[in-house]
């Protein structure tokens, strides 16, 4: 079955370091997303993407990029990590025929910790 | 900026009675989405209603939309324990979707 996936799912760092996190979908979707969840925020968009050489930026980019090679990848790397950045993220993806608002399917999520 | 504003935060109703939660936004739309979390997962979409319709059905639940009030709202009726979750709006806004802070609901058996 297709699916999204999203590796590691939980990861601690230290303040500085540079942190990958891969998002991987088997759905063919040209559109894909990150997005972090906090505590009395809700989910909020960093990076998207509509397609290979693609990237736009979201509410929250800064510290963050993402690069995409491929239909089923897009890796978001936090350049130098800081405690703020201590969240839940999200991979999502959509497919285009019903456009870029159609329904989003998210990965299971990855945990990280920055101390 | 969030534009999906659910109300109420938390709702907390016993097995078989309906839970209706509510969704304001702030600019013209395309689409808004209803989409369900299981704690500590990922989120789940459950519907998906245009601007130009005004009630779509899924199963138990209902999905309103008025858009001169910027507003929509969820009915789950016949709610079960396994509803229980977070349950966000998402309008689509010109390119991407904005997410709201949820509704908590706890339904008790």
């Known amino acids: 079955d297709a699916e999204i996936t999203q590796s590691p799912r939980h990861k601690i760092t230290e303040t500085g370091r540079q942190v990958t996190l891969a998002c991987h979908q088997t759905?063919?979707?040209?559109?894909m997303f990150w997005y972090r969840q906090d505590l009395g925020h809700g989910l909020r968009l960093i990076h998207y993407?509509?397609?290979?050489?693609?990237?736009n930026k979201g509410e929250v980019s800064d510290g963050y990029s993402v690069s995409r090679s491929n239909t089923e990848d897009l890796p978001l790397t936090l350049e130098s990590a800081a405690s703020s950045q201590t969240s839940v993220y999200f991979c999502?993806?959509?497919?285009?025929?019903?456009?870029?608002?159609?329904?989003?399917?998210f990965g299971p999520g990855t945990r990280l910790t920055v101390l | 900026s969030q534009q999906g504003e659910e109300d109420p935060q938390a709702l907390s109703i016993q097995e078989g009675e309906n839970a209706t939660m509510n969704c304001s936004y702030k600019?013209?739309?395309?689409?808004l989405q209803w989409y369900r979390q299981n704690s500590g997962r990922g989120l789940v979409h459950l519907i998906l209603?245009?601007?130009?319709?005004r009630e779509k059905h899924s199963g138990r639940l209902r999905v309103t939309l008025d858009t001169s009030k910027k507003s929509s709202s969820l009915l789950i009726t016949a709610s079960r324990a396994a509803d229980t979750a977070s349950y966000f709006c998402?309008?689509?806004?010109?390119?991407?979707?904005?997410f709201g802070t949820g509704t908590r609901l706890q339904v008790f058996p």
């Open positions: 999502a993806s959509s497919d285009t025929a019903g456009g870029p608002g159609d329904t989003q399917y």
């Open positions: 759905w063919n979707h040209n559109n």
């Open positions: 993407s509509y397609g290979v050489q693609d990237t």
């Open positions: 600019t013209s739309i395309n689409n």
């Open positions: 209603i245009r601007s130009n319709e």
């Open positions: 998402a309008p689509w806004d010109t390119d991407k979707l904005i």
